[in-house]
């Protein structure tokens, strides 16, 4: 038995395109993962909507289980409630790894050039972080395989609690 999917998005209003299969198929769990971007709950909102729209129950809140069938959650990355992404759990979780004040570092040094700043600093410093490994070309789930990120670390506590709430 299928007890749980995830579904990684990829467009707009990812259930509208895939609300057809989720209704055929036999699913008892739907986790829901976003980036909150710059705005969390209108990142909740978006989700929430594109649900209603595919007829499928809405959640209350981030990371709470509806009670009708398929049970749906939605996790807004990073912690519900806050802007950001995935990355910035990542940069948490490596806080104390000793090339971080060199990713910082070189960012600081970056200010000082008349070049402009990445656009999206959170993931440029999770490149930067990357380089400092031993196989520097990975990428972000590519890093996660490799145990580039520390698991055990309190910056993915919400990640991990969203993931028993599917499974358990």
Sequence with gaps: MNRGLFLRFFYRNPMQRDAAGLQAAVIHFLGIVRDA?????DT???VCDALQNAGLSVPANP???????PKITVMVIPHGSTPGMLEDICLTAVISDPATP???QYF???QQLPSSL???????????????????????????????WPWDNEAFATVKSFLQQIVS
């Design 37 to 41: 971007d710059t705005n969390a709950s």
């Design 44 to 46: 909740f909102r978006s």
């Design 63 to 69: 990371m709470e289980l509806t009670s009708q069938n």
């Design 102 to 104: 060199c990713m910082e």
């Design 108 to 110: 600081q040094c970056l």
């Design 118 to 148: 990445p656009k999206n600093m959170s993931k440029a410093k999770v490149h930067a972080f990357l380089a400092s490994r031993y196989e520097p070309d990975k990428r972000l789930g590519e890093a996660a395989k490799a145990g580039y």
